[in-house]
């Protein structure tokens, strides 16, 4: 059975459908089990969900990011439990590096990755990418091995979704959101069956040009969500 340790920031949604995913009668029972939760955020976490899909409270845990021995925080967590993977379904801060050295992780990505991207950022810079080479693209929704450098890691699971033309930001993350959560489930699931086949980073720009248009994209994105703002 596939061990593994959840990282999240917010409510925890894509965590709750892991743990839903692996009780009886979801494609993850028998396969993969959550050992523990830790989050960043208190204020944004739900105890009581995440008890009412079989997890303990003394397997919630909370790191705080500003603080120095924040590196020492995860791994004194990890430690006790000794998972297969940590999971970053949400999880905003950079895993420091020394957690990564002594950890396997995966990460939940979909679009633009790097720096800042995240949340309707990565949406936002996707589409007006599209816009300004004026052609349409599918955004890759994938999960993947955790890096040293933001989204660098190659791809456990991939899966691709057209953006309609007359959709919001706001409505293509609503509508993608449950693709979310099947996707980290598929990889978590192709992982435990030893059934993945790993790959580099979906590329959204194809050429250097393209690559200078992207960075123009994300720069918009930052000043469309800023940090103050709510990112989802």
């Not at 919630?60 to 004194?76: A, Y």
């Not at 993350?173 to 992982?191: D, M, S, T």
């Not at 194809?206 to 918009?220: D, T």
Request: proline fraction near 5%.
């Amino acid at each position: 059975m596939l061990r593994i340790v959840n990282f999240i920031s917010g409510d925890g949604s894509t965590n709750l459908a892991i743990l839903q995913a692996e009780n009886s009668g979801g494609k993850l029972h028998g396969l993969v089990k959550t050992l523990a939760i830790i989050s960043d955020n208190l204020k944004t976490l739900n105890i009581q969900k995440i008890r009412d899909e079989g997890v303990s409270t003394s397997d919630v845990w909370t790191v705080n990011p500003e603080k120095e021995d924040f590196t020492n925080q995860i791994l004194e967590i990890l430690d006790k439990y000794k998972p297969d993977y940590f999971h970053q379904v949400g999880w905003m801060p950079l895993t420091p590096l020394e957690v990564i050295k002594r950890y396997r992780g995966l990460n939940q990505h979909l679009g633009p990755g790097g720096k800042w991207m995240y949340g309707k950022r990565r949406i936002y810079a996707h589409i007006r990418f599209c816009e300004m080479i004026r052609e349409t693209r599918p955004i890759p929704i994938f999960c993947q091995r955790v890096a040293p450098k933001y989204d660098e890691g190659n791809v456990i699971y991939v899966q691709y979704e057209d953006i309609l033309s007359n959709e919001t930001v706001e409505e293509v993350a609503k509508r993608l959101l449950k693709i979310e959560y099947q996707v980290q489930i598929e990889a978590l699931y192709r992982l435990a069956t030893n059934s993945f086949e790993e790959r580099p980073v979906p590329k959204t720009a194809l050429n250097p040009e393209e690559e200078r248009i992207l960075l123009k994209a994300k720069k918009e994105a930052l000043n469309k969500y800023p940090l103050k703002s709510k990112i989802g």
